[in-house]
């Protein structure tokens, strides 16, 4: 608890200007959700045949799981990418169904002896909608409003997985260095704002329906009005924050983290740039597709991972010829790989240091008899990867005594720690390996391809900023497989932060 | 020869379904004649009603509202030239007394200034203390009051015909009374072209200048009172006899 809130006050202004990310988008999204939602309601309530496909098909897309959303929008253009834009569109077709659905039965809820005495007083449609019909179903509507808005307070924090920002910044970061102190400091913020925006809204509605008021349509109108306005605001101070010269963006665990973190100091430092930070970013496929659609400029790739998972070639153990088949195949697209920085994050097969010591295991072959009666855990990755899972059993004619538990991989190390599973594929350079005590096994027989860390950049970025090239350059073969581990150590064991790690690295470099 | 306020001119009307619900109707309305027809549930009442303010078309036939034909009207004009009182249900709950009163008026883009003086004679009109019943809800009033402000709000921009579905249908004895005699010197004053429909012969007789009986969607007699009173249709005795009577039931076997 004490550790929570020296983490807060600590990133008192990072706090608030998430907190601010995070009321900014869920406002937005609804009020737009809003603009759409509630003449599509109007319109539907009148005409039933068109109400049932609408609600079900309104239906259908809330049932899709966020992330699974965002991952669909990645390719699209215009509306999807990564960053707030694509968060927006997200939230937004949440935000669509419910008030729909309230605005519809809101107006069918209407007595039709009240909106038949409307038009016997002869009302046009307009002033029926306007005097009669609207006032009668608002309190429905925001009840939908409502509904609305707090399930968008907890879906924005998915957003922080497309680099749209908000409290699932902390969530996302505290699950990779796995400390709940750091995913409490997200997490808590965003149930006390749901809290509140229940809160304020539930007034609302009863204020509305309490009858005891005049003159509600405009102020409620008022309300929207500055609720606009202060949207526009932000939105203009959001702008400014989106809109840094290059983009760096990183994957979603601690070791990218770092690198992304010191791609961008090294351009503020070197080039002189202004760099708009979008790490955090998913995995791989979501970095490759953001890098192709030049949401961001750039981000750190490991030469085995791009050959596999994003090329979709065979495995090879040739550093070299990895490389440069690489770098070839990222020329045809438009994009550059620089000189790798200098370590190699392979796969690790990892188990705890007691059962290596205790049984006297060094190489995978050797864990091959034990794993029969072990139960292994893989982040999801490795089990989809034509160079993970598949081909090492094949390999090393590995067998476990029950189906893997996949996990998130920054997870799998405590898991492996604590005994719940009994052998992980880490990262080579994690430091928690250093942390938990956990034990490498040698990859005798060659399995793993190379996995040499390189920036891979926008073509067109290095051409248009020639001194961001060389200064990207100069970091080749600077960084150790030793100096990677010290990184992440110092991150996810020792718990420092991210910024100042990087910072004194590069002041040691010089 | 002045123009017939409204004319139904041999009106017949089916209903979306299929049934038949006015057969060559015909009835003709003089201005500022209180008509009251009478009949059972489900015999075409209100959609006579209906009928005059255009929120129904006949199917063959015509209506003839003020010497024009429903279907040449601009039905927003005709509406507001023919005020409504409905059962019970017909205020807006969502606005005060004088809120609702004051609808028509502000459809007619009226100046505040002349509806507040409007409002408040209105309320006179019906009975209604300004200070203690305009910014009342519907919900707060008794049905007898709920019902004055409808008629309130039908008169509010002073149209020339005045229709009033089953308007005391829910009300206690009592207040049904006190209401008819409110009506007859409301009308004293107002002199509107009145159609009232009505279950309860009694009423018919307590209201109207000429009483009609609808009976399988025809206008099968229409005259005034003392002229029904003594009627031989067997269709307008059956109405007659359903007027109870104290001494009909106190009689011994």
Redesign the interface.
């Known amino acids: 608890m004490t550790r929570l809130f020296a983490f807060w006050s600590s990133h008192g202004t990072e706090l608030a200007s998430l907190v601010g990310q995070h009321v900014l988008l869920v406002a937005a999204s609804t009020l737009v959700a809003v603009a759409i939602a509630v003449p599509l309601g109007i319109f539907a309530a009148r005409r039933p045949r068109i109400a049932a496909p609408l609600t079900a098909t309104a239906n259908i897309v809330q049932t899709i799981p966020s992330l699974a959303m965002f991952g669909f929008l990645l390719p699209v253009p215009l509306i999807g990418g990564v960053g707030a834009r694509a968060a927006l569109v997200v939230l937004i077709c949440y935000a669509l169904l419910p008030i729909v659905r309230t605005t519809i039965a809101g107006l069918r809820g209407i007595?039709p002896?009240?909106r038949?005495?409307?038009?016997?007083?002869?009302?046009?449609s307009a002033?029926l909608l306007r005097?009669?019909e609207l006032?009668?179903a608002l309190p429905s509507i925001v009840a939908g409003v409502r509904v609305a808005a707090v399930v968008g307070v907890g879906s924005a924090t998915i957003a922080a997985a497309i680099g749209a920002g908000g409290l699932g910044e902390y969530i996302y970061r505290g699950l990779s260095m796995v400390d709940t102190t750091v995913i409490l400091a997200g997490a808590i913020p965003a149930a006390l704002l749901a809290l509140a925006v229940d809160a304020v809204l539930l007034w609302l509605q009863r204020m509305l329906s309490s009858?005891r008021r005049r003159r509600s349509p405009r102020a409620l109108a008022s309300a929207a009005a500055v609720a606009f306005a202060v949207v526009l605001l932000t939105s203009g101070v959001a702008a400014r924050w989106t809109s840094g010269a290059i983009v760096v963006g990183s994957k979603n665990f601690t070791e990218q983290l770092i690198l992304g973190e010191l791609l961008a100091q090294t351009l503020e430092r070197d080039a002189g740039v202004s760099v708009d930070r979008r790490l955090n970013l998913g995995g791989t496929l979501i970095c490759d597709r953001a890098l192709t659609t030049g949401d961001i400029d750039m981000y750190v790739e490991y030469t085995g991972t791009a050959l596999t998972a994003v090329f979709h070639q065979p495995v090879h153990n040739n550093p070299e010829v990895v490389f440069s088949s690489v770098r070839d195949l990222y020329a045809r697209s438009g994009r550059t790989l620089l000189p790798p920085l200098g370590f190699n994050n392979t796969f690790a097969i990892l188990v705890r240091g007691s059962d290596a010591r205790s049984r006297r295991l060094r190489t995978i072959e050797d864990a091959v008899p034990e794993a029969r009666r072990w139960r292994p855990g893989f982040g999801y990755e490795f089990v989809e990867r034509p160079d993970g899972l598949a081909g090492l059993a094949r390999t090393y004619g590995l067998r476990f005594a029950e189906a893997p538990r996949v996990m998130d991989l920054t997870l799998s190390y405590r898991a492996l720690a604590a005994g719940q599973v009994d052998l992980i594929a880490g990262d080579a350079t994690a430091g928690l390996i250093k942390g938990l005590d956990l034990v490498q096994l040698e990859d005798n027989r060659r399995y793993f391809p190379p996995y040499d860390a390189a920036i891979v950049a926008r073509s067109a970025t290095l051409l248009r900023y020639p001194d961001v090239r060389a200064s990207l350059e100069r970091l080749s073969g600077r960084i150790s497989a030793l100096d990677m581990r010290a990184l992440n150590y110092a991150a996810d064991v020792e718990h420092r932060d991210i910024p100042r790690i990087v910072r004194e690295f590069l002041a040691s470099l010089h | 020869m002045p123009v017939p306020a409204i004319e139904f001119q041999q009106v017949t009307f089916t209903r979306p379904g299929g049934r038949l619900v006015l057969d060559r109707f015909a009835l003709t309305v003089e201005p500022g004649e209180v008509v009251a027809l009478v009949g059972r549930s489900g015999a075409g009442k209100t959609t006579v009603l209906k009928l005059v303010n255009r929120l129904l078309l006949p199917e063959s036939g015509a209506v003839i509202v003020e010497g024009r034909d429903t279907r040449e009207w601009e039905p927003i004009r005709l509406r507001r030239r023919v005020g409504y009182v409905l059962q019970e249900v017909g205020l807006f709950p969502h606005m005060s007394v004088a809120e609702n009163v004051a609808v028509v008026p502000r459809l007619e883009r009226w100046d505040d200034d002349r509806i507040a003086p409007r409002v408040r004679e209105l309320l006179d009109l019906v009975g209604l203390a300004e200070q203690q019943f305009a910014t009342r809800w519907p919900d707060e009033l008794s049905g007898g009051q709920r019902q004055r402000v409808g008629v309130a709000r039908a008169l509010a921009i002073d149209p020339p015909v005045l229709l009033m579905d089953e308007p005391f249908g829910a009300l206690d004895p009592l207040t049904r009374a006190e209401l008819h005699a409110e009506f007859r010197r409301i009308q004293q004053r107002v002199r509107k072209t009145v159609i009232i429909v009505t279950h309860d012969m009694a009423e018919a007789f307590a209201l109207g200048d000429r009483v009609g009986v609808i009976d399988e969607g025809r206008l099968v007699a229409c005259d005034r009172p003392a002229a029904m009173a003594v009627a031989q249709d067997p269709r307008v005795r059956r109405l007659l006899d359903a007027i109870p009577t104290i001494d009909a039931r106190l009689k011994p076997a």
């Open positions: 007595d002896a009240i038949e005495a409307g038009v016997a007083m002869g009302m046009t002033e005097q009669v006032p009668l009858r």
